[in-house]
Structure formats: structure tokens, C-alpha cells
């Protein structure tokens, strides 16, 4: 059995809203995980990550929860985000989590389902995919963890308030997936099936792929409440699920 979830971003600033919080809700979800499954956490984790050195009661409260799942034989895998990229192995490995490459892959009876965070797809916004470009490179990316964490975090800050202000004056539109590059990718990895995050739109959408039927799943974002899709054990259907925290 598998769950997908994306986008939680948990953050230690979070306000409590009424008995309950996107932490609380996260660590009830885990904890109601069924033994011996699989958990997919498709980037986007945490609200934003400036590196694993930085040892918040937060961090430590996730990693003790995800590092809990093992006595359960659950097997946690994790894509990065927008948001977290620079999460690396030295966190994962205090979690006990598997960190896998930004596209992947898993077998299913027809052909594959492919697995993603998302803002790849979005390519109606090339400026995004620009500077998605430069925040990936490993030299940048090894120089800003070596600075203070002080400027990190105010070099964090203004990127986050660049990034949403841009959000702001874009389009729906742009922001989203473009079909023709889901297409593209999926008949590359010969998937049926993608599942990503990112865009906070939940929904199944169905079309063809020359001739064949194919669909995009998209996990919602835990602002409002849970999101995850399931696929049963031993069954090629995934399903989304969104429901408020309890």
C-alpha cells in the first residue's frame, strides 16, 4: 500500500487555528498510517529549509515522527520541493527517509506511474523555471550553507517575499502545469499515470496520450486540511483523498 502526500509546509511560525494546527494534523495523519506501507512525500515538507544544520524543535519533532515509522516497517521516500530543496541526507538520515532524484518512477501492470513535485511542469512560467535553474546548482547551493545562519535566513526571507509578490501578478494560468510538458514527460517515462503537487489545485484529471487513456493526479496543499492519494496493495488505482483535520 502506497500514500503520496506534497506541500504540507510546516513551519515553526505557524498560528494555531481553533484546537488544531497543520503540525497536529501531519502527526495525526502518520500516526494513522497503516504498518508495512509506503509513504511518498512529494517536496514542499517544510515551508522552507536553509539547512540541516539548523536544529529547531520543529525539525527535531518531524524527524522523531518520520524516524518512528520504521518500528512499523513503513518506508518513507521524499522529493524535494520548491520549498526545500536544500533539505539534505543528514537530515533524511535522522529521519530515516530516502531521498529520491526530482522524477521518479514505479511500476504498475500497464506501464508506470510517475511521480514528481510539479513546478517542473510549469513551463508557461519561464521566469520561475530560470531561477529554478540557478537555485539548483550545486555550487550556489553548497555556498549559501556555508554562510552564517543569520543571513541565510534573511536571504530566505526576501526570496520568499520576492516569490510571493511575483504570485501575486502572475496568472492562474502560468502558474499552473502546462499539458503539452506532462504529456511530453509522461510518454517519456511511459507512465499512465503522474502524480505532483505543487500548484495547491487538488484534483483527477483524464485525457489520452495517443490514444491510450491517461491521468494526472494532484495532491492539494494542508492549509485547509489533509491530502494525500492512496494506491491499495496489489491495485493499479490510485485514489485522491481531501478531508478537514479532526
Known sequence: MRYFIADIHLTDNEPASGYFNITAG?????????????????????????GDDVDSKLHQQISLALRSLTERQIKTYFVHGNRDFLLGERYAKSCNMTILADINCLPNSYSNILFLHGDLLCTDDPQYQKFRKIMHKKWLQ???????????????????QKSSLHNQIKSESIMDVNQQAVEK??????????????????????????????????????HDGVSYIKQDSNCDTLQLYNHSFK
Open 142 to 160: 553548497k555556498l549559501f550553507l556555508k554562510l552564517p545562519l543569520f543571513i541565510r535566513l534573511k536571504i530566505a526571507g526576501k526570496l520568499r
Open 185 to 222: 514527460m509522461m510518454s517519456k517515462y511511459n507512465a499512465n499515470i503522474m502524480v505532483h503537487g505543487h500548484t495547491h489545485k487538488p484534483a483527477t484529471h483524464q485525457f489520452l496520450i495517443d490514444g491510450k487513456p491517461a491521468s494526472r493526479l494532484v495532491l492539494g496543499a494542508w
Open 26 to 50: 501531519f502527526l495525526s495523519f502518520l500516526e494513522s498510517l497503516p504498518d508495512c506501507c509506503e509513504l511518498y512525500i512529494l517536496g514542499d515538507l517544510f515551508d522552507y529549509w536553509i
